[in-house]
């Protein structure tokens, strides 16, 4: 009998799927390899014309399943030089930019069995365009419930002042009235200013206390109703009002203070948090509008981004709880708001963060001695 010097091992029959995990893992890879070699060729990426070669051949010798040791280790160097050749880019975010499926898109998809059939990157574009939206939308409602709550607070402040300045007109003219009767007319003119005060003054209350209704009595549980006055025409001299003015002055404290409350509550934390999580969106957006042109999104790419979504919520509201409105002016030249530092933080997050480490490296080290 004639010896042989064949390696047993190169036998393919005896190298045929003993492990089924790993024919398994070599036929996914193989696979890959097609799929990145055709996405090399679309984009014009230069290739060493040997890896084409081997995954040419790789492809038919998975399909007769004919593999020996020493091919299967070409296709993983060749598999290896390809995936450096297109870096940034790797299967993953390949396959989320060209393999659809069957997906629920937004949170209230899965309430209504909605789904679509779209690629995992056309999926976060339109959920994080979705978020922005929303972010947006909450945004503008609080902001313009802020700014109508703060114009009726100034407008009334402003008529608060203005009846200051009457009630020590009115003082005057009643000393003068002593020693000058023809000054009548004077004091009956004062009194229909009193009037018209009193009557803005009402109409503004009236309509700060209905803006605020729902937050007045489901949050700080305090509602007052408008006092009535005692007849239509009220008078500087009038005693039988006074009562009617004190009341109304006395709601009106009330008003204004469940008013400030809540403008406080907004400025400090509901807006900046909105104003964080809108700087998140507006970044997550442009780097996704790259990753997806680029084929660069990946499930890691979502992690990253509801990461940053969540710092940029924590950003913003940082950045309200540690910069009041009076203290903005020393923190830049361009005398940012701290909603616009909100938006910022949102934004840069990494900006924020380096800057609290530094901090707390500067205290930690403490004063140096000598």
Do not use: C
Request: proline share 3%; no cysteine; aromatic share 10%.
């Amino acid at each position: 009998m004639t010896p042989t010097n064949e390696n047993p091992a190169n036998d393919p029959k005896l190298y045929d799927k003993n492990d089924n995990q790993l024919s398994l893992t070599l036929h996914k890879a193989v696979a890959n390899a097609e799929l990145l070699l055709s996405y090399a060729t679309e984009q014009g990426i230069d290739l060493d014309p040997k890896i084409i070669e081997n995954v040419v051949k790789a492809k038919y010798t998975e399909q007769n399943q004919t593999w020996t040791p020493e091919q299967e280790t070409q296709f993983w160097e060749t598999f290896h030089h390809l995936t450096r050749a297109v870096q940034p880019v790797t299967i993953e975010s390949v396959l989320a930019a060209t393999q659809e499926q069957i997906v629920s898109i937004y949170w209230f998809s899965k309430l209504f069995r909605l789904k679509s059939k779209l690629t995992l990157a056309s999926r976060a574009v339109r959920v994080h365009t979705f978020g922005a939206f929303l972010s947006l939308l909450l945004l503008l409602i609080f902001q313009v419930y802020f700014i109508i709550i703060s114009s009726f607070i100034k407008e009334v402040d402003n008529l608060q002042q203005e009846r200051n300045k009457l009630e020590d007109r009115n003082t005057q003219l009643l000393k003068m009235a002593e020693k000058d009767k023809n000054i009548t007319f004077e004091i009956a003119k004062l009194g229909s200013m009193f009037d018209e005060n009193d009557s803005q003054i009402r109409v503004n209350l009236e309509m700060l206390g209905q803006w605020q209704y729902l937050i007045a009595r489901y949050v700080f549980g305090s509602t007052v109703s408008i006092p009535k006055p005692s007849n239509t025409n009220i008078s500087a001299l009038n005693l039988s009002n006074q009562t009617y003015r004190k009341e109304l002055q006395n709601y009106g404290r009330v008003q204004l203070q469940v008013a400030q409350q809540i403008v406080n509550i907004l400025q400090l934390y509901v807006l900046p948090l909105l104003y964080g999580m809108l700087g998140a969106y507006v970044f997550i957006l442009r780097v996704l509008s790259k990753d997806v042109k680029q084929q660069t999104y990946s499930q890691d790419s979502e992690i990253n981004y509801r990461l940053r979504i969540s710092l940029g919520i924590l950003a913003g509201l940082a950045v309200g709880l540690l910069f009041a409105p009076s203290e903005t002016k020393s923190l830049s030249s361009l005398n940012l708001s701290p909603l616009s530092l909100a938006f910022v933080a949102g934004y840069a997050i990494e900006v924020l963060f380096t800057a609290i480490d530094q901090f707390i490296t500067a205290i930690s080290k403490g004063p140096r001695e000598g």
